[in-house]
């Protein structure tokens, strides 16, 4: 099976716009959780979609927004960008049914400007 | 969220067995212990996960304390592929299912050739 895939590997933006970033789950995979990691906070959890649905949510303002579509790909999208939003972006999948491994992407790297 | 502690480093010569201890004195009757760890500028991988009894694997054995406050993640002959960030995590599922991975700092292990 293919693994986890996520698109771009890397990212520029300047403060002020927005960016979408995107996740491809294992196949069969209904859940996927999005994780922030940067050097100072470490990996933090942002949100988990199951079914297209936001099933759990970190605390992480509301400029952080996901959404799943029907075939389980994701998407995280993070508007008004700032400074501190510069960290490195990890996607994870499980089959959904608690208490299942999950399998990460190699992540997307953003830079704010 | 149930918090574990590590080391923030540790050191082990190729080809000799690692120990890597973890503490987490707060864990509560259902959560399962998880490892996984993070190899340089890739997403994290999972190593190895139990409950009360030890458990072994290809990767790496998991031995757990009988009070299960505390386990160690033991690598029986370290490569230098073994280099990396090595988290020991407190699975949390809620009643919904949904599972989200806490994540501390985790133990950087430098593996000398």
């Known amino acids: 099976k293919a693994g986890v895939t996520q698109t771009p590997r890397y990212l520029i933006k300047t403060r002020g716009q927005q960016v979408t970033l995107s996740c491809s789950p294992i196949s069969g995979h209904r859940s996927v959780s999005w994780y922030q990691q940067t050097p100072g906070q470490g990996l933090q959890f942002l949100f988990e979609y199951f079914s297209e649905t936001q099933r759990n949510k970190g605390n992480f303002p509301g400029r952080f927004s996901g959404r799943q579509f029907s075939n389980s790909r994701s998407e995280m999208n993070v508007s008004t960008l700032e400074l501190g939003d510069s960290a490195l972006y990890l996607c994870?999948?499980?089959?959904?049914?608690?208490?299942?491994?999950?399998?990460f992407g190699p992540g997307t790297r953003l830079l704010v400007l | 969220d149930a918090k574990t502690t590590q080391p923030n480093s540790m050191e082990s010569n190729e080809e000799e067995p690692v120990h890597l201890p973890c503490n987490h004195s707060t864990i509560s009757g259902t959560d399962y212990i998880h490892w996984y760890r993070q190899l340089p500028s890739q997403g994290p991988e999972y190593v190895i996960h139990?409950?009360?009894s030890n458990v072994n694997n290809r990767m790496a054995s998991l031995a757990i304390a009988e009070d299960r406050k505390s386990s160690t993640l033991i690598l029986h002959r370290a490569t230098l592929r073994d280099a990396a960030v090595y988290y020991c995590?407190?699975?949390?599922?809620?009643?919904?299912?949904?599972?989200?991975?806490?994540f501390g700092k985790g133990t950087k292990l430098t593996v000398n050739p």
């Open positions: 139990g409950l009360t």
């Open positions: 995590i407190l699975r949390d599922v809620d009643q919904g299912g949904s599972e989200k991975l806490v």
């Open positions: 994870a999948s499980t089959s959904g049914q608690g208490g299942k491994t999950q399998y």
